[in-house]
């Protein structure tokens, strides 16, 4: 089945009765048409930018002839296909639009209508058929550009397609997912595809600094802030100015630090601790969790603006055993990143430890995978490893 695009059409008619009959006509035969019809060449060069993909020209028009009216259309875009629709007989008239040119030529006489719908019906599948391979270009070129997201499953083709909706724009992005599944990866994958990639990307674990170093670990402080804020001290805000801040586990950030978060988003403004000058920045935020934020919220744990302020974009990673395609893609690929970091030959899996690694439920996602690899890397004593070398730890 071939793809069906919305496809422009666009009539120039100087008869708007005639002109109305051709919409109708176009309308009943498709209704991925977007017909537009307009009285002169003038009228429809003002609308020539919102780029048609099919154009039927009048060849007699009050203020331009047909042919003019194809060549401009040609040097501005060639794959604009053209149709000249015309009461004009004589042979060179008719050469002459093809050389410049129009895909067909059509006689006003009483087939005109069953001839475009026709003519129409043929040049859309042409447009078509080159709208889907330009997309499929597209998704190859692109699939290169996110090489550090090893995978191939559904699931991690459409967390790709999501990055590339956001990634151009400043848009807050939460990533979600259990514990393990790549949200970092993401996070570095939106930041290195975004015109901000030759400045910082600052990540900073909320959950991981204790609770009274966080502010000043966010905001910087100045001499004397507080006691043994010795010097001035440069925040992770401002070292990521220009560039992107990941906030990862920010579920688990304290309610007054929120109410400062949510200002800083809202301004990308802040003021250093101990300091009253606010400092304008510009930066990209990029928020990750795992815990259901929503719940939180009804625990009162998670103010509910800020929540709401994190819905904006939510790009959900599934889990590992969610991906089973995934899962052995992932595993060569450690296994070969491992055996070359540390100059060791090349091992493999055999087919047990294969199976072994599908059946497993894989609840440290891919962390877990990847230590697994590596741990049975220095295990095995062949080149080959077995099911036996696959030592799974329980503790997650
Ligand atoms: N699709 C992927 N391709 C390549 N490596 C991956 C992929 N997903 C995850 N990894 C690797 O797995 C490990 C865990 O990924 P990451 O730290 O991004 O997970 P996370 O979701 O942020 O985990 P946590 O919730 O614990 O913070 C990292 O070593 C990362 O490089
Ligand atoms: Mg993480």
Redesign the pocket.
């Known amino acids: 089945m071939q793809k069906k695009y919305v496809n422009k059409v666009f009539i120039i008619e100087d008869d708007a009765i005639y002109g109305k009959i051709l919409q109708r006509k176009l309308e009943q035969e498709d209704d991925t048409y977007e017909v537009q019809v307009f009285p002169t060449g003038h009228a429809f060069f003002d609308h020539l930018h919102e780029n048609p993909d099919i154009v039927s020209i009048d060849y007699n028009l009050p203020d331009m002839n047909g042919l003019e009216i194809l060549k401009r259309i040609k040097q501005y875009n060639e794959d604009i296909a053209t149709v000249i629709l015309s009461g004009q007989e004589k042979v060179d008239v008719v050469v002459e639009a093809y050389d410049n040119g129009a895909a067909n030529y059509i006689m006003k006489n009483q087939d005109a209508l069953p001839a475009l719908a026709r003519v129409v019906r043929n040049l859309s599948s042409n447009v078509n058929l080159r709208k889907e391979v330009e997309e499929l270009r597209e998704q190859i070129l692109d699939r290169n550009k996110y090489d ?4 191939e499953s559904k699931g ?1 083709l459409k967390v790709i397609r999501m990055i590339q909706k956001v990634e151009k724009s400043n848009i807050l992005v939460l ?1 979600t ?11 570095n994958a939106i930041h290195y595809n975004s015109p901000r990639r030759r400045k910082p990307f600052v990540a900073v ?1 909320v959950a991981a600094i204790p609770a009274d170093l966080i502010e000043s670990e966010l905001f910087g402080h100045e001499k004397g802030a507080f006691t043994g804020a010795t010097g001035r001290r440069i925040g992770k805000f401002e070292e990521a100015n220009g560039g992107t801040i990941f906030l ?2 920010i579920g688990e950030m304290e309610l007054g630090l929120q109410t400062k978060l949510l200002r800083v988003l809202q301004e990308s403004k802040i003021t250093r601790l101990g300091s009253n000058k606010e400092i304008q920045l510009d930066m990209r935020v990029l928020a ?1 969790t ?1 815990k259901n934020l929503g719940e939180r919220v009804k625990q009162g744990l998670f103010r509910e603006d800020l929540y709401y302020r994190l819905q904006g974009f939510l790009i959900p ?1 599934p889990p590992l055993r969610d991906r089973e395609h ?1 899962i052995i893609i ?1 595993a060569k ?2 296994l070969k990143a491992f055996c070359d970091q540390n100059r060791m030959p090349l091992k493999t899996f055999d087919k047990g430890a294969l199976k072994t690694m599908l059946r497993h439920p894989w609840p440290g ?3 877990e ?2 230590a697994l690899v590596e741990r049975a890397a220095l295990i095995a004593d062949t080149d080959h490893i077995t099911e036996d070398d696959l030592i799974f730890s329980d503790a997650v």
């Open positions: 550090m997201i090893v995978g991690i990533i997912g259990e514990s393990g599944t790549g949200k970092e990866v993401i996070a674990n990862d586990e990750a795992n990673l995934d992932l690929h450690f996602n891919v962390r995978l990847k």
